[in-house]
């Protein structure tokens, strides 16, 4: 398989002001961008009347801010940006690039104080295409708090991240293609834990297990697979084969597995009045169905590209995208060759940003070198985390895909609450968070939100 490439895309709210900052300033904070005309007398009246206008010189502004912040990194930060002469699609993925109106933000329906007299424009911020190597994780953590830093902004709920995976121009093998599409369809309600509620039910994040046609009853042999009644696969022999990696590994655990749900049942305590976070109607219960062994059966059949896309996409863009590869796709060639992760919230946190790039593209290399029994016993483990949560969970699978340092990260979020935190706030405090001898400073962001009970 060729190296593993990856791209981020982060979406956020950029707030600016037609009126002198000053009544602004907050030393917690990072500056409001000024557009008054004392701040920028070479504005022309047309500029303020023109919403296109502002927006475009927030791109500016932003643009800038980057390649400012790449020219002053060292060359150990810097990651290698694949090369892909003459393909027009991945071509395109060459440099980091701003782009306005892609964020699906929901507007807040009731006023807030904090925002009185601010004007404000939501972003997608677009790393080039880049080798998943350390450099390249260091550059977009670098970026990413520099934004932080540099622009006030937000990430509400309804903000996203998300993470491109491939193998460059080329495609990803059949087999590991397969196995990379069972481990996501096996994990993601437990990969979901390190998401906060609002992505749970986020109808542009759906589960695959909710929307996929593997969902909708589809059967193997409409989608060019083998029958299943003909399919060998020893999954019980694979089970007592395969020894999980976790159980090889030497981590430090200070959140006992039956300490999890409580845990994440503390976000459910604070009213998500603000946001429409979640199906109307609908009560925030795990989704059940189908039985994850059959799924993954029916996945492991398939025998192309477009048959394992064509089982696992959904109508509307889910947790995961796999249209790229669906037989729809396959023959454009406007089309590049990756895997969509799309469940996580927004986040200009550089640290997760990096860690979830990492966790994205660990689950495709263990797809890519992990011996099939391993593969199995994965999915197994998933199957049965549906009926006993407490015997397995987010920090068990990061370390089963070789993630430790990864599950490191997860883990200390959950104690102090910073997975869901950032949602919460009107405003992103400037300094970048930190994880250091496992003392995170969080800005007291989670703090505030737990104490005041409501969605800031």
């Not at 047309?46 to 643009?63: C, F, P, T």
């Not at 930060?77 to 991945?90: A, I, K, Q, W």
């Not at 937000?154 to 495609?171: D, I, K, Q, T």
């Not at 089309?335 to 966790?359: N, P, Q, Y």
Request: charged residues 25%; glycine residues 6%.
């Amino acid at each position: 398989m060729h190296p593993l490439t990856f791209s981020v895309e982060l979406e956020a709210v950029y707030f600016f002001s037609l009126r002198p900052v000053g009544i602004y300033n907050d030393p917690r904070l990072a500056p409001v961008v000024d557009m008054s005309p004392q701040g920028n007398p070479g504005f022309t009246m047309h500029s303020y009347n023109n919403l296109d206008g502002m927006k475009a010189e927030i791109i500016r502004r932003v643009s800038y801010a980057i390649k400012n912040c790449l020219s002053e990194l060292p060359q150990s930060y810097r990651g290698e940006v694949v090369s892909v002469e003459g393909d027009p699609v991945l071509s395109q993925y060459q440099e980091w690039k701003i782009k306005s109106g892609k964020a699906t933000v929901k507007k807040d329906s009731r006023p807030r104080p904090e925002y009185e007299g601010l004007w404000d424009v939501d972003l997608e911020v677009q790393s080039p295409l880049m080798y998943a190597a350390e450099a390249s994780f260091k550059e977009v953590e670098a970026v990413t708090n520099m934004l932080r830093a540099t622009f006030r902004a937000a990430v509400p709920p309804f903000c996203g991240m998300r993470v491109l995976v491939g193998a460059g121009s080329s495609s990803v093998p059949l087999p590991t293609f397969v196995k990379m599409a069972a481990v996501c369809w096996a994990s993601n309600p437990i990969l979901q834990q390190i998401h906060p509620i609002s992505c749970h039910y986020n109808r542009r994040r759906k589960d695959p297990r909710e929307t996929a046609q593997l969902d909708q009853g589809e059967k193997a042999e409409q989608t060019e697979a083998k029958p299943v009644d003909k399919l060998d696969i020893p999954i019980q022999e694979y089970i007592n084969k395969a020894r999980p990696k976790r159980l090889l590994t030497e981590f430090k655990r200070t959140l006992p597995r039956n300490m999890l749900n409580i845990v994440l049942s503390l976000e459910r305590t604070i009213p998500f009045n603000t946001y429409e976070v979640h199906r109307s109607g609908q009560p925030l219960e795990p989704i059940t169905h189908p039985d994850i062994l059959q799924g993954a059966i029916q996945l492991f059949s398939s025998r192309s590209h477009g048959a394992v896309a064509n089982l696992i996409n959904t109508n509307s863009l889910g947790a995961y995208n796999f249209n790229c590869y669906s037989d729809e796709n396959v023959e454009e060639k406007n089309t590049k060759a990756t895997v969509e992760f799309c469940m996580a919230a927004g986040s200009l946190d550089g640290r997760w940003v990096s860690t979830h790039a990492r966790i994205c593209t660990g689950i495709v290399q263990f797809a890519a070198t992990a011996p099939e029994e391993n593969v199995w016993r994965m999915i197994y483990e998933c199957h049965g985390a549906e009926i006993d949560k407490a015997k397995y969970d987010v920090i068990d699978l990061l370390l089963d895909l070789g993630l430790a340092k990864e599950a490191e990260t997860v883990q200390y979020r959950f104690v102090v609450g910073s997975y869901f935190g950032e949602t919460l706030q009107p405003f992103l405090t400037s300094k970048a968070i930190t994880y250091e001898d496992d003392v995170a400073d969080v800005n007291d962001e989670t703090d505030q939100a737990m104490r005041s009970g409501r969605a800031h």
